[in-house]
């Protein structure tokens, strides 16, 4: 195990623990998650603590948003779930609407290959750009294998495609590679047949989809195709193969199973993909790039604004997995893309911004995080800063949206094109070079990027404007208003929600809240089943299962209060709320009544923490408690 071996163990057991997992992988940032039931997942749990951004779920999975060291935390993470690296999710299929099942697949597809794939391209991308410049020729052997180094993996795509489309439609993997590269065999492609001599004879000739035939299949018409570096046939290959594999596994006896299941699987699913399924997810790919391209032409400026503008926000939720076999698709049918690359204006507005906020705010821990959130963005990761910095202050994330929208749009009417995958960030100039080493579509790029820097660090030096601890939206609310912002208050007195006895935080059997990491405070051992308000204030937070409740105080601490330990599986059984999210408290007010009995019983533990969620925002917390405690007694001190 490694340095996030604690961290690890947090994660696992707030996702439901190892039986809760059915697959895990992960991209740049985020563990994403493949849970049986969601529900066992404790959301509040890890979105507080340290280490987590916070949590999403998309697409199907359940997104722990680690950041930029989310490969170490995933090489802790896996050895607890007793699972090798990329195992294969077991469910029959992904749960949740067709929608959330498409990106459930496209991502389970490419996010095992986009980091191998960005190493590659930027390779291939620097190889052009040291050519172009006049480093070496491209007649050396120098070039011809940093060529083959950065061209190797798109030119054979199906095998990478085939190997992590069979693990996510659950057929072997070694099936799926073998179907890549037989789709990739040199004399079955076009480029070799049309060498062989004229077409027998041509298909669908006058339309868009006019096909020589140069064999055929025991008299059926082989449609002549390059499958060397494309995308979405051998994805529909591997889905065939997969249920033919599945078919004659309940069929074929065991014994043979081994050899016979694979050897039926490939005779029925090649065939079918070179003369139907394979022309026709070409064809179908060539009507998806004409179409972006024919909607893009309507209005390039329009177009580039709104990929610019809602990019974050796709990223955000998850979605952007949807756009990227369009990505790909167009720079392997077209040779380049120009409809999704306006995305790229949104990594500098983002990292902009952050420079910006890093200048002008006064909070320290602030400025610790702007700095190295910036380099990040500079280098393509964005999603830290998004989370961390952007999202929370909310209008500097509304001016990265804005300033990435007018990116977007410079980069529409421009007609910027990306000609080969691969790279992040700054890392992706190279890949901007034109195939004849002109430099006209760099210095678009580059013109693109410091335009939306400039109108984002400008954007966020004037419009956002820092607010303190003290300038509460409450408060402003008050009538007492300029009182409260005057006045400084020393002491912060946290009263016991329960008649009990107290514990120390440290003391109790939940790892995450005993560690601290989810904020200081202390416990309490219920002795009747009543939850009562520890302070004037708001509720903000009431779980649908009645087991915990969230209250931000006058004074601004947020209170967590988790009444007993896994609670959370009772879903709502034994629970009664006298109170609504959004509604105001007064100190020693009825907010929750439980069955003690009833709940210990069922074997849960009623260690009851109550914390201050938000402790960093103050000088200190301090355990006031004494051994029993009464409703409204003393229990915490929080000192401003």
Same mark, same amino acid.
């Given at each position: 195990m490694g340095k996030y071996e604690e961290l690890a163990k947090v994660i696992v057991r707030n996702v439901g623990g190892k039986e809760n997992v059915s697959s895990l992988t992960h991209c740049i940032t985020r563990l994403r998650f493949k849970l049986k039931d969601e529900g066992k997942a404790k959301d509040d749990v890890l979105k507080a603590m340290d280490g987590v951004v916070t949590v999403m779920k998309s697409g199907g999975q359940y997104q722990v948003v680690i950041g930029n060291h989310v490969p170490e935390v995933y090489a802790d993470v896996m050895p607890l779930l007793g699972m090798e690296e990329g195992a294969a999710d077991q469910e029959e299929a992904p749960k949740g609407n067709l929608f959330n099942r498409a990106i459930d697949v496209i991502s389970g597809i490419f996010q095992p290959i986009l980091g191998i794939m960005a190493a590659c391209g930027m390779v291939k991308g620097l190889n052009a750009l040291f050519v172009a410049i006049g480093l070496y020729t491209d007649a050396g052997g120098g070039y011809l294998i940093l060529n083959a180094i950065g061209d190797g993996l798109f030119t054979f795509m199906p095998l990478f495609l085939g190997y992590t489309a069979a693990k996510k439609f659950n057929l072997k993997p070694m099936i799926g590679l073998v179907i890549g590269a037989i789709m990739c065999y040199p004399t079955v492609q076009s480029s070799a047949l049309s060498q062989g001599g004229e077409a027998l004879y041509t298909l669908f000739t006058g339309t868009m989809f006019e096909s020589a035939v140069y064999t055929e299949f025991f008299g059926i018409p082989m449609i002549a195709m390059d499958y060397t570096g494309t995308v979405i046939p051998v994805i529909f290959v591997v889905y065939f193969a997969s249920k033919c594999d599945k078919f004659f596994s309940r069929y074929i006896p065991d014994l043979v199973k081994f050899f016979f299941v694979p050897m039926l699987t490939l005779l029925v699913a090649i065939p079918a993909g070179f003369l139907l399924i394979g022309p026709l997810a070409s064809f179908g790919s060539a009507v998806v790039a004409r179409t972006v391209i024919a909607i893009r032409d309507f209005s390039p400026l329009l177009a580039g604004a709104i990929v610019g503008l809602t990019w974050q926000i796709l990223v955000i939720f998850g979605l952007h997995w949807g756009f990227i076999p369009v990505y790909i698709n167009n720079i392997m049918t077209n040779g380049y893309d120009n409809v999704m690359m306006p995305f790229f204006a949104c990594t500098f507005a983002t990292s902009a911004v952050v420079l910006a906020i890093f200048f002008k705010t006064k909070n320290k821990q602030l400025r610790e995080m702007a700095l190295p959130n910036f380099i990040s963005g500079i280098f393509g990761v964005t999603e830290p800063a998004i989370y961390g910095i952007l999202l929370p202050l909310k209008k500097p994330f509304i001016i990265s949206c804005i300033a990435g929208g007018i990116g977007g749009g410079f980069y529409g009417a421009f007609n910027f094109r990306k000609f080969m995958m691969g790279g992040m960030g700054i890392f992706e100039f190279p890949a901007m070079i034109e195939p004849d080493g002109s430099m006209g579509n760099l210095i678009v790029a580059i013109t693109g990027v410091l335009l939306t820097m400039a109108i984002a660090f400008v954007?966020?030096?004037?419009?956002?404007?820092?607010?303190?601890?003290?300038?509460?939206?409450?408060?402003?609310?008050?009538?007492?208003?300029?009182?409260? =912002?005057?006045?400084?208050?020393?002491?912060?007195?946290?009263?016991?929600?329960?008649?009990?006895? =107290?514990?120390?935080?440290?003391?109790?059997?939940?790892? =995450?809240?005993?560690?601290?990491?989810?904020g200081k405070g202390a416990a309490v051992l219920p002795e009747e089943g009543k939850v009562f308000a520890p302070a004037d204030g708001e509720v903000t937070a009431l779980f649908p299962t009645m087991h915990a409740i969230g209250i931000k105080t006058d004074e601004g601490a947020e209170i967590l209060i988790h009444i007993g330990l896994d609670t959370v599986q009772l879903n709502g059984e034994g629970f009664e709320a006298a109170v609504s999210c959004g509604d105001r408290v007064k100190k020693g007010q009825l907010m929750i009544k439980f069955d003690k009995e009833w709940i210990e019983g069922k074997g849960y533990c009623l260690e009851t923490p109550v914390i201050i969620t938000n402790s960093d925002d103050f000088l200190d917390v301090v355990d006031m408690a004494q051994e029993k405690l009464e409703p409204g007694d003393s229990l915490l001190q929080v000192l401003k």
């Open positions: 954007a966020t030096i004037i419009f956002y404007k820092e607010t303190t601890g003290e300038e509460k939206t409450e408060m402003a609310e008050s009538n007492e208003k300029e009182e409260n =912002a005057s006045a400084i208050l020393k002491r912060v007195e946290i009263g016991s929600p329960v008649k009990g006895k =107290a514990l120390k935080l440290s003391s109790i059997r939940d790892d =995450a809240f005993a560690s601290g990491v989810l």
